[in-house]
T-cell receptor, first 112, second 109 residues
Framework: DVKVTQSSRYLVKRTGEKVFLECVQD?????MFWYRQDPGLGLRLIYF???????EKGDIPEGYSVSREKKERFSLILESASTNQTSMYLC???????????FGQGTRLTVV | AQTVTQSQPEMSVQEAETVTLSCTYD???????LFWYKQPPSRQMILVIR??????QNATENRFSVNFQKAAKSFSLKISDSQLGDAAMYFC??????FGKGTLLTVNP
């Protein structure tokens, strides 16, 4: 079974902190994604990566950056956390374009 | 940007009855995949069913089936013989993994 693991289920950070959300997949998938999920807004794509060191902005990249140094790991970085980044963050991976995604458990981030 | 629209924020169904969740999408591609995902309260998102656009036949997975209308760009999910465990958020997604806003399904005993 494909496993996508997010480093934390719950995280509380202070405004202005630099925050790292880590995601690891064990199926050698090419594509990895970071989404943000908010009530009434569904899943919104922050960034995705189709190869090591490659990244593309999604629909809401402002305030975020990403890093993909190894194929299995995709990190989401909040350079200076703000309260409006309090949300559920979901990581996903897929073997290629036009294929289903496999999701991690999600990280609920609270910025205070 | 390619959009995916779910027009029903919430739906409810009686146990053992049938319910249909709606989804429309926007694309200029001729060959693509579409997906329905389920997110139960435990929040682990899982794939329910997948449809390939070039296939005429609607996809079916046990009690779950789709009504795919390519010309209308419509991709609805039908759940037959609803069970309490079907209660969840359901998301429609296109081949670029753009998601709709979701439909919260409640199953009443």
């Amino acid at each position: 079974d494909v496993k996508v693991t997010q480093s934390s289920r719950y995280l509380v950070k202070r405004t202005g902190e630099k925050v790292f959300l880590e995601c690891v997949q064990d199926m050698d998938h090419e594509n990895m994604f970071w989404y943000r999920q908010d009530p009434g807004l569904g899943l919104r794509l922050i960034y995705f990566s189709y190869d090591v060191k490659m990244k593309e902005k999604g629909d809401i990249p402002e305030g975020y950056s990403v890093s993909r140094e190894k194929k299995e790991r995709f990190s989401l970085i909040l350079e200076s956390a703000s309260t409006n980044q309090t949300s559920m963050y979901l990581c996903a991976s897929s073997p290629s374009m036009n294929t289903e995604a496999f999701f991690g458990q999600g990280t609920r981030l609270t910025v205070v | 940007a390619q959009t995916v629209t779910q027009s029903q924020p919430e739906m409810s169904v009686q146990e053992a009855e049938t319910v249909t969740l709606s989804c429309t999408y926007d694309t200029s591609e001729s060959d693509y995949y579409l997906f329905w995902y389920k997110q139960p309260p435990s929040r682990q998102m899982i794939l329910v069913i997948r449809q390939e656009a070039y296939k005429q036949q609607n996809a079916t997975e046990n009690r779950f089936s789709v009504n795919f209308q390519k010309a209308a760009k419509s991709f609805s999910l039908k759940i037959s013989d609803s069970q309490l465990g079907d209660a969840a958020m359901y998301f429609c997604a296109n081949y670029k993994l753009t998601f709709g806003k979701g439909t919260l399904l409640t199953v009443n005993p």
